[in-house]
């Protein structure tokens, strides 16, 4: 059963070229804000998208 919130833009799941994005700007030793720019996303999905992937970002 689906709520009406999982129509917000947040609730979409993250694909796997913005998983790629992350990794390759992480890896350049970009800070969370920046990926988040460049990603068009919260900061905060983003320190989760990393997280999630086990990686290390620059604050």
Same mark, same amino acid.
């Given at each position: 059963?689906? /709520?009406?919130?999982? %129509?917000?833009? @947040?609730? /979409?799941?993250? #694909?796997?070229?913005?998983?790629?994005?992350?990794?390759?700007? #992480?890896?350049?030793?970009?800070?969370?804000?920046?990926?988040?720019?460049? =990603?068009?996303? %919260?900061? @905060? #999905?983003?320190?989760?998208?990393?997280?999630?992937? @086990?990686? =290390? =970002?620059?604050?």
């Amino acid at each position: 059963m689906t /709520s009406s919130f999982d %129509h917000f833009v @947040g609730a /979409s799941e993250d #694909s796997d070229l913005e998983r790629r994005k992350l990794s390759a700007m #992480s890896r350049r030793r970009y800070c969370a804000a920046e990926i988040a720019a460049a =990603l068009r996303r %919260h900061v @905060g #999905s983003v320190k989760r998208m990393a997280r999630e992937m @086990g990686l =290390l =970002l620059k604050k």
